[in-house]
């Protein structure tokens, strides 16, 4: 199956297209079907979306999983721990990063 997937156009966040728009949780993708590049073309062009692309992914007992190791870390998070991780939205993050 054939997923879409970019970042959302105001926050950044990965997202995924889940029929009817956009999600930010991968186990809502569905099949893009055969021709992703029209959904593509007219969700980057209304600004929902900004540097998407189709991915190949398959749907197991746990969900959707992409094929690639790179789209399975943007769909489920840091491969480190989260309390190692860095928080952009935390105010006080640059006091903890440095």
């Not at 943007?74 to 006080?92: E, Q, W, Y």
């Amino acid at each position: 199956m054939k997923v879409l997937t970019g970042n959302d156009l105001k926050t950044g966040d990965v997202i995924w297209w889940a029929g009817e728009g956009w999600s930010r949780h991968v186990n809502d993708a569905v099949d893009a079907g055969e021709h992703p590049e029209a959904i593509l073309a007219r969700e980057e062009a209304a600004q929902r979306v900004v540097g998407s692309y189709a991915i190949d992914a398959s749907v197991t007992g746990e969900g959707v999983r992409p094929a690639h190791i790179k789209e399975r870390i943007r769909a489920l998070g840091p491969t480190v721990r989260l309390d190692l991780s860095l928080k952009p939205a935390d105010p006080a993050a640059g006091n903890w990063v440095i």
